[in-house]
């Protein structure tokens, strides 16, 4: 290579094919200006070898977009299952809860019958203790 293709900056070193095509760049530009010379070059095979490439790349192109797609798709069953599974959570804690207030006061009541057939107890044994 020669120090022009050595001091080139990145992106824009300069490209020269075997078969008379080349490339170099235009300066304070992100485009390239092809060259053909027609004494060393057969047109119609670089052409055909462009055009394979493009194919090649939009293929690339095609696939990624096909795999964006899928995963996007996925995403957003997986955001609808997720929003599921936390409303299915939050109403069980609202049963859970539900039951725990209703186990609360049904054993208040169980305390406040206790307390009354102990006080009835003690009552008619007290009663019948005197005779």
């Known amino acids: 290579m020669s120090n022009s293709h050595r001091n080139a900056p990145y992106g824009s070193a300069h490209f020269r094919s075997r078969d ?13 200006q092809l060259q053909i010379d027609p004494v060393h070059g057969d047109l119609d095979e670089e052409i055909t070898g462009l055009r394979k490439q493009i194919k090649q790349l939009k293929n690339v192109a095609q696939d990624i977009g096909s795999e964006a797609k ?24 609202r049963r859970l809860n539900k039951g725990i207030i209703q186990q609360g006061s049904n054993h208040v009541f169980h305390v406040i019958l206790f ?3 102990c006080f009835v107890l003690v009552y008619l044994w007290s009663k019948f203790s005197k005779r």
Do not use: Y
């Open 115 to 117: 307390a009354l057939f």
């Open 20 to 32: 008379g095509l080349s490339t170099r760049a235009v300066p304070n530009s992100n485009e390239i």
């Open 70 to 93: 899928f995963q996007n798709d996925f995403i957003t069953q997986l955001q609808m299952t997720l929003i599921k599974a936390q409303a299915g959570v939050k109403n069980n804690m």
